[in-house]
């Protein structure tokens, strides 16, 4: 039968295929080239995104959503992606996806173009060195606000609960620093916060003070 032989061809094709390109395996395989890249941010979200939203289709899809979806929208939309298509992600991952995708391509935008290192004008009743540079913007050009707000535990403790677990303590600051700078896991609970190497000393102090002013 015709359909018959001709499977029978492509089977015994493939095989040729197979036998003749074990050694150059990696040339055979032709896909499209992938030409979207997701938008290069310091924000630790940016890695996991990379990593994970590209795994079934183009970082297009991303793309091509509208610009005014909120934290909460993409929150959603990266949630729905592991409930309802299996995407490969935990809570922590969501959180630091979302946060990422609100920042660059939706409407923590505006705020998120706070430069990373630059000086915002100074709180002047703010004594101390990091003078120049405004905790509270700085907490939401990194998306921290993400995982974590003034008052209520989020995904990390509310800068509150922070600021009153360092209350007394005269290392604070420099603890605080290094648990951003570091972050990590276990002082709160089992979350884990993501690292912030690419903070300069100033932001890292300007954070610091805000946060245990709260
Ligand atoms: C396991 C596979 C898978 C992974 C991983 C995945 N997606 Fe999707 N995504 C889908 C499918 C399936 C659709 C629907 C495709 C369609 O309708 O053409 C989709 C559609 C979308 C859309 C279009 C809007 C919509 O809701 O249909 C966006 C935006 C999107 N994905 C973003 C993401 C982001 C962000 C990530 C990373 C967290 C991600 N996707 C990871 C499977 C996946
Ligand atoms: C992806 C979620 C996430 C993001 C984004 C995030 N954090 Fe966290 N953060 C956490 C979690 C979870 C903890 C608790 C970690 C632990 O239990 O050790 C935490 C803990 C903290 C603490 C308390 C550390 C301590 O010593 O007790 C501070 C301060 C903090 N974060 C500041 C920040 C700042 C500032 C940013 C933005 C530059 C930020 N976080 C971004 C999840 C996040």
Redesign the pocket.
């Known amino acids: 039968m015709k359909i018959t032989n001709s499977f029978r061809s492509i089977l015994f094709a493939a095989a040729l295929v197979v036998q003749c390109d074990l050694n150059a395996l990696p040339t055979t395989i032709t896909l499209p080239p992938e030409t979207a890249e997701l938008k290069p941010s310091a924000h630790?979200?940016q890695v996991v995104a990379a990593q994970k939203c590209s795994i079934c289709h183009s970082v297009d899809y991303i793309n091509l959503q509208p610009r005014s979806m909120n934290l909460t929208q993409w929150t959603a939309e990266v949630t729905k992606m592991q409930h309802a298509y299996g995407a490969p992600i935990d809570t922590?991952e969501i959180?630091?996806i979302s946060?990422y995708l609100a920042s660059e391509y939706g409407t923590e935008k505006a705020i998120a173009s706070t430069p990373l290192v630059a000086s915002p004008p100074a709180n002047k009743d703010d004594t101390t060195q990091a003078k120049t540079l405004d905790g509270k913007a700085?907490?939401s050009s990194?998306?921290?606000l993400?995982?974590?707000s003034i008052s209520n535990k989020v995904?990390?403790?509310s800068?509150k609960d922070?600021a009153a677990?360092?209350r007394g303590d005269e290392q604070a600051a420099a603890?605080?620093q290094e648990?951003?700078k570091l972050?990590?896991?276990?002082?709160?609970?089992a979350?884990?916060?993501?690292p912030?190497p690419k903070?300069t000393q100033d932001a890292l102090q300007a954070?610091?003070v805000f946060?245990l002013k709260q």
């Open positions: 630790p979200g922590e959180a630091q946060s700085l907490l990194n998306s921290c993400g995982c974590h995904l990390g403790p800068y922070v677990k360092y603890k605080v648990s951003i972050g990590g896991t276990g002082k709160w609970g979350a884990k916060m993501p912030y903070l954070l610091a946060i």
